[in-house]
C-alpha cells in the first residue's frame, strides 16, 4: 500500500479516535456526577453522626438530672440504663465518625469532646455513687456545677463539629460544580485542538516522507564506496517505515564492521596462541637433555629470559641445610654480582623469600635506580620491570625465578610464564624423584643384608604394630566422640553468650525505663515538697514543715538510690566514661571543706583535711570521679560516727597497683594515697570482705540502725578500678575505719608547699566550721538573689509543653511565685500549634518522653521555623541516661536538665537564658 494511502488512511483513524475520546470523557463526566452523588451521601452521613452526638449529649445530661432529682429506685436504674445505652450510641457515632473523617480539625475536636465525655461519665459516675448508696441523699453544688460547665462545653464541641461537616459538605458541592464545568469547557476545547493538530500532523508528515526517502538512498549508495571497518550510518529522524529501514541498514552495517573486527581478533588471537605453543614446545623438547637439576635450570633460564624479552635472569633451588630451608642460586641469565651477594634467602627473606613464603607472583613495575643493573661490554642500565615466580609442585614451592626486563610484560609473555612453570615444577619434582630414586635404590642394595638379617625382627613388630594400631583405632573413635562433645558444649556456650548479651541489653533498657518512670513522679513529689518547705504563706505550722521536709529528704533519698543503680549499672555494663584531665589538689581540697564543713559543725565532729607539703599542685585523673569517691568514703565516715573526728590525709605512697598484686609481687610505684580515717563504730574482720559488694552492708538485717543501699562502696571500688587505682580497708570494731584510695601518681608539675588545715587550725574556730556570720551573710545574697531571679522571670511567658499533669501543676504552682505567665500543652505537636498561637512566648520547658510526638521532634518542628531560632527551650527528661544529654541539644535545645528538678537550677538556667535572649 502506498504512503499516501496510508496517510490518509491514518487520517481517518485520528478522527474515529477523537470522536470515541469524546465519548470516554462524556462518560467520565457522567460517572463524577455519580462521585457527586457519592459524596454528598458521605457528607450527610457525618452530619447525621455529629447530629447524633450532639442529641446524645443533651440526653445523657436530662437523664442524669432525672437521676439528681428523682430518689425512687425503679426511677433511677431506668435512667442509669437510659444513660448508658447514650453512651453507647455517642462512642459508636463518634468511631464512625473517626473512621470516615480524617481532617486535623474534626480530629481536634473529636480528641477534645472524648476528654470530656471522660471528664464527664466519671462525674456522673460519682453521682450515680451517691444515688445508690443513698437516694436521697443531696449532691453537692460544687458536683453539679462541674456537670454543667462539662456538658455545656460537651454540647458547644458537638456543635462545632455538626457545622463544620455541614460547611465541609457545601465545600464539596461548590468544588463538584465547579469541576463538571470545567470538565465540560476542557472536551470542547480538547476536540478542537485534537482535530487540529491532526490536520497539521498529516501534512507535515507527506512532506517530510520524501526527505526522508532521498536522504535514505542517498546514504546506501555511498555504502558501496567505504570500507568494511567505517560504513556509513542512517541518522533516524521517525520511527515509521523509513526509520524502521534505517534502522535495519544501520544495524547491518554495524553488524559487518563487528564480523570484520572479530575476523581480524580471531587472526591475532591464532597467531598468539602458535607462537605460545611454539615456545612451551621448545622449552619441553629441552627438559629431556638435562642429566640433572644445575643443567636443568641452566638451560631452562637461558631459554626463557629471551623468549620473554628479558635481559636478566636467576634460578633458586629450594635446598635444605639442617633444620633451615633456604633459596639458593644455582643458574642465572646475564646476571651480574661482583660482591657475590644475594646468593641465597632464608623463607620469608627478602622478595624471593617472600614470593616462596606466600607461593604468589611478585610484580615490581616501577624500579628504583641502583636497584640493580644489566651490564653489558658498552655499559650498564636499571632495568623497568622485574618479575618474581614461583615454581611449584601439588603446592609445594620447589624454586623461585626472578627476571628483569627493560620492557614492561607483555599479556602474552605473562601468560607463556603462566604456562611454563607448573611443566617446569612437575619436571623438576620428576627429576627430584628420580634422583631420590636412585639414592635409595643404593641404599637398598647396601642394606639388603642388614634387612634380611633383621626380617624376623620386624614380623615381630609387625604383629606389635598391629596391636598398637588397632589401640589407635579405638582412641580415635573416642576422640570422636569427645570431639562432638565438645562441639556440642561450645554450641550450648555460644548460645549462653548470645542470651546473656540479649539479657544485658534488655538490662540497659529496663534502667532507662525504670528512670523516665521513677523520676517522673518524683519530679512532681519533690517540687512541690520543696515549695511547701519554703511556707511562702506561712500558714504551715512547725509540725507540718517538719513533715514536709522529712517527704522531701525521702524523696531526695531515694533519687540518690536511683543514681547509685545506674552508676552501678554503667560500671558493670563498661559505658562509664572516664575523662583524665589536669585536677588541682587545692580545688578538691576546698571542694571537700565546702561540702562537709557544716555537716561536721551539725554533728560536733572535729574535720581536718590534711595535704602532705611535698605533693605537686595538680595531678591527672577524672575529677568528677574522684569527688565521688570521696563525698562517697567522707558520707560513709560521718554518718557512722556519733563523736571523735573524721580526717582526709593525701600523700605520696610507694604502692603496688591491683595488677602488680596479681601477677607480679617485686615490683612498687609511686602513688597519690586518698586516706579517709573516722573514729567511729569500724567493721568487724569478718564482714570487710563483703561490704564493697552491692546491696552489702556491715550490718544487713532488719533492725540495723543505719539505713542505706549497700551500693557505694562497690561503685567507688569499681572506679577506682576504672581511675588505674584500688582500694584498701582497714577497720576495727569499736575504734574506727581507715578507707584508702590509690591512685596513679601523673605529676603535671614541680611539687610545691601546699596549705595545711591542721597548720591554720587555730585561724578561726580551727578552721573547720562556718560562722554564723557567715551564713547570715549566705543568707543575704541568696535572698538578693531570688529578688534579682524574681524581677527577670516576671511577666515573661514561658510555655510547659509536658503529658504528665502531675509536672504541669507542680511547675505552674512553682512559677506562679515569680508572677510569670503560663500557657501549657499536653504532647509536642499541641506544644507546636500553642507556640503558633503565642508567638511571644519568651522561653519553652519541653518534656523529652511524650506520646504522639515527643521532645526531640518537637524541638527539631520548632527549630525549622526561623521565627524562633533564638528561642530559649530547655530539656526536660526523666531518662536520664549517658546520652540523654547529646541527644536532647543535638535535636536543638538550648540547655538541659534531669528530673526530678532542682527548683534553684532550673530557675537559675531560665534567668541565664532570658538575659542572655533580651541581651
Excluded at 511567658?797 to 503560663?822: F, H
Aim: glycine residues 4%; contains cysteine.
Amino acid at each position: 500500500m502506498k504512503f499516501r494511502t496510508k496517510l490518509y488512511a491514518s487520517t481517518g483513524s485520528i478522527v474515529v479516535l477523537i470522536s470515541i475520546s469524546v465519548i470516554i470523557l462524556m462518560n467520565m463526566l457522567e460517572q463524577s456526577m455519580v462521585n457527586i452523588d457519592v459524596v454528598v451521601t458521605d457528607k450527610y452521613e457525618r452530619i447525621n453522626m455529629a447530629s447524633t452526638i450532639k442529641y446524645e449529649t443533651v440526653n445523657i445530661a436530662r437523664e442524669l438530672r432525672e437521676v439528681t432529682v428523682n430518689q425512687s429506685n425503679a426511677t433511677l436504674t431506668t435512667s442509669i440504663n437510659a444513660l448508658e445505652e447514650s453512651n453507647i450510641n455517642i462512642n459508636r457515632a463518634m468511631e464512625s465518625l473517626e473512621r470516615i473523617d480524617n481532617k486535623g480539625k474534626s480530629r481536634e475536636l473529636m480528641t477534645k469532646y472524648k476528654v470530656l465525655h471522660e471528664t464527664y461519665l466519671a462525674t456522673a459516675q460519682q453521682v450515680i455513687a451517691i444515688k445508690k448508696t443513698d437516694p436521697k441523699a443531696a449532691i453537692q453544688p460544687q458536683l453539679l456545677n462541674d456537670l454543667k460547665l462539662t456538658r455545656e462545653r460537651m454540647v458547644q464541641l458537638a456543635e462545632l463539629l455538626r457545622g463544620l461537616q455541614e460547611q465541609e459538605m457545601k465545600n464539596e458541592l461548590y468544588r463538584s460544580r465547579d469541576t463538571y464545568h470545567w470538565v465540560v469547557s476542557t472536551i470542547y476545547f480538547y476536540l478542537a485542538i485534537s482535530l487540529s493538530l491532526g490536520i497539521g500532523f498529516i501534512i507535515w508528515i507527506i512532506r517530510g516522507m520524501t526527505k526522508n526517502l532521498n536522504h535514505v538512498t542517498t546514504v546506501m549508495k555511498s555504502a558501496t564506496n567505504s570500507s568494511l571497518d567505517a560504513l556509513p550510518r542512517i541518522e533516524i529522524f521517525s520511527k515509521d517505515e523509513i526509520g524502521a529501514i534505517a534502522a535495519a541498514f544501520n544495524k547491518m552495517v554495524s553488524k559487518l564492521e563487528a564480523h570484520s573486527k572479530r575476523e581480524k581478533q580471531l587472526k591475532e588471537e591464532a597467531g598468539e596462541r602458535n607462537w605460545l605453543k611454539s615456545k612451551i614446545a621448545e622449552i619441553l623438547a629441552m627438559y629431556p637433555g638435562a642429566k640433572d637439576v644445575q643443567m636443568l635450570a641452566e638451560l631452562f633460564i637461558s631459554k626463557l629470559v629471551p623468549m620473554v624479552g628479558a635481559s636478566n635472569g636467576v634460578f633458586y633451588m629450594k635446598t635444605v641445610e639442617g633444620t633451615e630451608q633456604y633459596l639458593k642460586k644455582i643458574a642465572a641469565y646475564a646476571f651480574f654480582n661482583p660482591n657475590r651477594e644475594f646468593e641465597r634467602f632464608r623463607l620469608g627473606e627478602g622478595l624471593i623469600g617472600q614470593c616462596a613464603l606466600e607461593k604468589q607472583p611478585i610484580f615490581i613495575n616501577q624500579v628504583p635506580e641502583n636497584y640493580i643493573r644489566i651490564r653489558s661490554g658498552m655499559g650498564g642500565a636499571t632495568p623497568k620491570n622485574i618479575i618474581i615466580l614461583p615454581i611449584q609442585n601439588e603446592d609445594e614451592v620447589l624454586a623461585v625465578i626472578e627476571i628483569a626486563s627493560f620492557e614492561s610484560f607483555s599479556p602474552s609473555q605473562i601468560k607463556l610464564l603462566e604456562e611454563v612453570i607448573p611443566t617446569t615444577g612437575i619436571t623438576l619434582k620428576s627429576m627430584f624423584n628420580h634422583m631420590k630414586a636412585e639414592r635409595l635404590l643404593q641404599e637398598s642394595q647396601s642394606l639388603t643384608e642388614e634387612l634380611q638379617a633383621q626380617s624376623e625382627e620386624l614380623q615381630l613388630q609387625q604383629e606389635e604394630l598391629r596391636t598398637t594400631n588397632e589401640q589407635l583405632e579405638e582412641q580415635y573413635a573416642a576422640s570422636v566422640l569427645k570431639k562432638e562433645e565438645l562441639e556440642k558444649v561450645r554450641e550450648q556456650l555460644e548460645e549462653k553468650a548470645q542470651q546473656l548479651e540479649i539479657s544485658s541489653q534488655y538490662k540497659s533498657e529496663f534502667l532507662a525505663n525504670m528512670s523516665h518512670e521513677l523520676r517522673t513522679p518524683l519530679n512532681s513529689l519533690l517540687i512541690l515538697a520543696q515549695i511547701l518547705s519554703e511556707n511562702g504563706e506561712g500558714n504551715l505550722t512547725a509540725k507540718q514543715e517538719e513533715y514536709i521536709r522529712t517527704i522531701y529528704s525521702s524523696g531526695n533519698d531515694l533519687l540518690h538510690l536511683i543514681n547509685d543503680i545506674l552508676d552501678l549499672a554503667k560500671v558493670e555494663s563498661g559505658k562509664l566514661d572516664v575523662i583524665h584531665r589536669e585536677v588541682d589538689l587545692h580545688g578538691v581540697e576546698d571542694f571537700i571543706m565546702m561540702q562537709f564543713s557544716p555537716i561536721a559543725y551539725k554533728k560536733n565532729i572535729q574535720f581536718i583535711v590534711h595535704v602532705e607539703p611535698d605533693l605537686p599542685s595538680s595531678f591527672y585523673t577524672d575529677e568528677h570521679r574522684l569527688q565521688q569517691i570521696l563525698k562517697n568514703l567522707l558520707s560513709n565516715a560521718f554518718k557512722f560516727t556519733e563523736s571523735g573526728s573524721v580526717t582526709l590525709v593525701v600523700r605520696k605512697v610507694m604502692k603496688e597497683t591491683a595488677w602488680q598484686q596479681i601477677f607480679v609481687n617485686n615490683h612498687e610505684e609511686l602513688m597519690l594515697a586518698f586516706s579517709v580515717i573516722d573514729t567511729g563504730i569500724g567493721i568487724a574482720r569478718e564482714k570487710q570482705g563483703t561490704i564493697f559488694d552491692a546491696f552489702k552492708q556491715a550490718d544487713g538485717t532488719t533492725s540495723r540502725k543505719y539505713g542505706g543501699t549497700g551500693l557505694g562502696l562497690s561503685i567507688c571500688r569499681e572506679i577506682a578500678y576504672l581511675l588505674g587505682g584500688f582500694m584498701e580497708l582497714t577497720s576495727e570494731v569499736g575504734k574506727g575505719s581507715n578507707f584508702t584510695l590509690y591512685l596513679p601518681y601523673d605529676q603535671v608539675n614541680e611539687p610545691k608547699e601546699v596549705k595545711s588545715y591542721m597548720k591554720e587550725a587555730s585561724a578561726s574556730l580551727e578552721n573547720k566550721y562556718y560562722l554564723p556570720e557567715a551564713t547570715n551573710t549566705m543568707d543575704e545574697e541568696d535572698s538578693s538573689n531570688e529578688q534579682l531571679g524574681k524581677s527577670s522571670l516576671k511577666d515573661k511567658k514561658v510555655l510547659i509543653v509536658d503529658d504528665d499533669i502531675r509536672n504541669v501543676y507542680a511547675l505552674t504552682i512553682a512559677l506562679e511565685k515569680y508572677e510569670m505567665e503560663i500557657i501549657v500543652a499536653d504532647n509536642g505537636r499541641e506544644g507546636i500549634e500553642v507556640l503558633h498561637r503565642n508567638p511571644d512566648t519568651d522561653i519553652i520547658l519541653m518534656d523529652i518522653m511524650m506520646p504522639e510526638m515527643d521532645g526531640f521532634e518537637a524541638i527539631r518542628t520548632i527549630r525549622s521555623n526561623h521565627k524562633f531560632i533564638s528561642l530559649p527551650i530547655i530539656a526536660l527528661t526523666a531518662k536520664a541516661m549517658k546520652q540523654a544529654r547529646e541527644e536532647c541539644l543535638d535535636a536543638g535545645a538550648t540547655d538541659y536538665i534531669s528530673k526530678p528538678l532542682n527548683l534553684d537550677q532550673l530557675f537559675s538556667l531560665m534567668h541565664v537564658w532570658l538575659y542572655r535572649k533580651e541581651g
